[in-house]
C-alpha cells in the first residue's frame, strides 16, 4: 500500500512559480504510475503531469505543457510538480495520485477512476 501526502501549495501572482511535493510512503513505490490531478471549483479533475516511477518516463497535459515539469527523487520516494509561468486558471486543489503498473503504460494516466491511491490534495491559487 502507499501513503500519499502533498505539500508546496500557496498563493502566487500570475507569471510566478511554485514546486509542489508529493511524499509517497509505504510499499509498492517502483512500477507505479502517479500522476498529479487538479480540480477547479465546479469542473472536474484533470490530469496535469504523470511520471512512471521504473523509468521515469513522464507525460503532460496540453494545457501545461513546457510550463510545468513532473520528476522523482527515488531515494526519497518523492514526485515534484514545478510548476512555472503560472496562470490564474492554473488555480485549483491539486492531489497526488498512484496507481501500480507492472509495465510502463500511459493508455489510463488521465482516468481518475484508474488511480487506488490519493493524497489529501494541496490548494494552489494565482491571482491576477
Known amino acids: 500500500q502507499l501513503q500519499l501526502v502533498e505539500s508546496g501549495g500557496g498563493s502566487v501572482q500570475a507569471g510566478g512559480s511554485l514546486r509542489l511535493s508529493c511524499v509517497a510512503s509505504?510499499?509498492?513505490?517502483?512500477?507505479?504510475?502517479i500522476t498529479w490531478f487538479r480540480q477547479a471549483p465546479g469542473k472536474e479533475r484533470e490530469g496535469v503531469a504523470a511520471?512512471?516511477?521504473?523509468?521515469?518516463?513522464?507525460r503532460y497535459a496540453d494545457s501545461v505543457k513546457d510550463r510545468f515539469v513532473i520528476s522523482q527523487d527515488t531515494a526519497k520516494t518523492t514526485v515534484d510538480l514545478h510548476m512555472t509561468t503560472l496562470k490564474p486558471e492554473d488555480t485549483a486543489m491539486y492531489y497526488c495520485?498512484?496507481?501500480?503498473?507492472?509495465?510502463?503504460?500511459?493508455?489510463?494516466?488521465?482516468?481518475?477512476?484508474?488511480?487506488?491511491?490519493w493524497g489529501q490534495g494541496t490548494q494552489v491559487t494565482v491571482t491576477s
Open positions: 495520485a498512484a496507481g501500480s503498473n507492472p509495465w510502463e503504460d500511459f493508455a489510463h494516466w488521465l482516468n481518475a477512476a484508474w488511480y487506488y491511491y
Open positions: 509505504g510499499r509498492g513505490y517502483r512500477h507505479t504510475l
Open positions: 511520471i512512471y516511477t521504473t523509468t521515469g518516463t513522464t
